[in-house]
């Protein structure tokens, strides 16, 4: 006897909207720090502006915030190091915490990607109305919640 295979309105779903979205944003983004000669990814430009917001921070604090695993934020950060842009330093008090700074190269390439980004923004809400642009983080607000409130399993789902 044949399974019935579940079937799924990929059309009416949120989730490949989303990643379509997030696609688009992540290729224009990019494409904008490479047309203004900026030698960034959407990735790197991500932990200087958690930098940007509260330097200093540990090493496993930024992997926690930036969604990351350890072992690729730490492959990150090197790239990051080799560039000049940040440092990490050994924590005195615990030789086991690195924390992670901001250089002036640093800080001098974050603030040359704020007119690339408020660009990108303006393009991304074109035509969207106060209203909608509330609308939409909201929802995606309630979509974060969700995944934060409840553990994603497959187990308990088969």
Known sequence: MK???????????????????????????????????LDITK????????????????????????????????????????KEVIVRIQSKRDKRINKVYLTEKGRLLFKNTRPVIKHILEVMENGISDQEKHTIIEILKKIQINFEAKTVSLQNTL
């Open 3 to 37: 399974n019935e295979e579940e079937v799924i309105d990929f059309e009416r779903s949120i989730g490949p909207w989303i990643g379509k979205t997030v696609k688009m944003v992540d290729y224009h983004l990019q494409e904008a720090f490479d047309t203004a000669g």
């Open 43 to 82: 990735e790197q430009m991500i932990i200087l502006k958690k930098l940007h917001d509260e330097d200093g921070l540990p090493q496993n604090e930024l992997a926690l915030l930036t969604y990351r695993d350890k072992s690729s934020l730490a492959r990150l950060l090197a790239t990051m190091e080799r």
